[in-house]
């Protein structure tokens, strides 16, 4: 124990009027221990500490301060046990000033060797931190080794780069970090490049950036063979085919092969079928996805699918039936800030909404969600949606207010999506 830190606790027992063997007894380590501690026989462990710290009836965390010290071995060098569990014992309980000492000491090493085993630490933890859904710690953690790029960590740097675009994945700055992803992919292990390409795929999904979902989607097709990335590759595939002019045909052999991946996928594909004839221009087929969807838990999915076929049969009392009855549904995807999903399907049921109010000659209203969503869409950088938006507006402007006219001009105005439409690929 070092010194400082046994003359805090030494003064606090003094104060309380405790011995050794009070401590002993009121923080439930064996006296012989707490001998070993005060006589500096041996270094305090980060569980000892938080015991005597209760012992002694402080906060916790409130002894962190000292504890850099006692991460370090005979050697001078971290102890990588005692170093892994201060820093994520800080990081997930709020203490970060208390390890910002060691950060420094381990982003500032001279000896490369140690210095790549102090990063290696810090990615430990930032994963576990990750693993434990504590994105926005982990990330701070992510960002120090990217910091501190080290041709020795390449593995690590490439890892934190895709860590750090999943949690600005929802964020105006996800584009930028994507492309220091697609720098990087092929420093990552298997089961991560699995794992980035998926929610590569995922993110130009979100923005109906088309070629580029086709693109990674069948990257990833390659990568594996069979299991859930091979079922998520092959359905990614088959929405982006029927955007870019595939064949029904080829959408429909596409949901037959990831039908056979297991029985959550063969669900999904009877559904998915239903919704490419839809998209196909077979109407008919509306009632019998929307027999599919009702019962689902996830029946949000489908909805904005389903009222645009009600529309455009011109059917818009059942429109508004399926507006009344899932409501409440609607309500859950307005309230949404986490699901990448549940924002897309919200955008999409906007877009839907708003056709359906226009259809109603409800134009104030429709007219103003149609310019809402497309502002949306171009801050998100979904050229598709942005252009569908301004494409109905069209259609009905003779029916717009002196405001919304303004509203559509500034759209036009906007010098490019906000996001390039180019394709980046890796």
């Not at 000492?101 to 630490?121: F, P, V, W």
């Not at 593995?155 to 600005?168: C, D, H, V, W």
Request: hydrophobic share 40%; with cysteine; aromatic share 14%.
């Amino acid at each position: 124990m070092n010194a400082a830190l046994y003359k805090e606790i030494e003064w606090i027992c003094l104060e309380k009027g405790w011995t050794k063997t009070d401590l002993a007894q009121r923080s439930g380590i064996h006296i012989s221990e707490i001998s070993r501690l005060f006589n500096h026989k041996r270094s305090v462990t980060l569980k000892y500490l938080d015991a005597i710290t209760e012992a002694i009836e402080l906060e916790e965390g409130a002894l962190y301060s000292y504890f850099a010290e006692e991460c370090f071995n005979e050697e001078q060098l971290l102890d990588k046990r005692k170093s892994v569990q201060f820093l994520f014992k800080c990081f997930l309980k709020g203490y970060e000033e208390h390890c910002e000492k060691l950060l420094q000491i381990m982003t500032t090493e001279k000896s490369d060797t140690a210095r790549t085993n102090y990063l290696n630490y810090i990615f430990f933890v930032a994963e576990e931190l990750f693993k434990a859904g504590e994105e926005e710690k982990a990330m701070l953690l992510y960002e120090i080794i990217i910091e501190n790029d080290s041709k020795n960590s390449m593995e690590l740097l490439a890892i934190s780069y895709f860590r750090r675009f999943y949690i600005l994945r929802m964020t105006d700055d996800a584009q930028h970090a994507l492309t220091d992803v697609l720098e990087y992919l092929f420093c990552m292990p298997k089961k991560v490049i699995k794992e980035a390409y998926l929610w590569i795929v995922a993110f130009y999904y979100w923005r109906e950036r088309w070629e580029e979902v086709l693109y990674y989607a069948e990257r990833l097709r390659k990568l594996v063979k069979d299991g859930e990335y091979y079922g998520r590759a092959l359905m990614y595939k088959s929405f982006a085919l029927a955007r870019l002019g595939g064949t029904l045909e080829e959408i429909v052999e596409l949901t037959d092969c990831y039908a056979q991946v297991n029985d959550y996928f063969a669900d999904l594909a009877i559904g998915n079928r239903l919704a490419s004839y839809l998209d196909f221009g077979y109407l008919e087929y509306v009632d019998q996805y929307l027999t599919w969807l009702e019962d689902r838990e996830d029946v949000h999915i489908g909805l904005p699918k389903v009222l645009e076929a009600y529309i455009h049969l011109n059917r818009l009392e059942d429109a508004k039936k399926i507006l009344d009855l899932y409501k409440h549904k609607i309500n859950e995807l307005d309230e949404s800030v986490e699901s990448w999903l549940k924002q897309k399907v919200y955008l999409e049921f906007r877009y839907a909404y708003a056709l359906f109010q226009c259809e109603s000659l409800q134009f104030p209203n429709g007219l103003d969600e149609l310019l809402d969503v497309a502002y949306v869409a171009n801050q998100i950088g979904n050229l598709e949606r942005f252009n569908k938006c301004l494409l109905v507006y069209w259609r009905y402007k003779h029916h717009a207010t002196s405001n919304q006219i303004n509203k559509y001009i500034q759209l036009l105005s906007i010098n490019g999506m906000k996001e390039s439409s180019s394709s980046n690929f890796a």
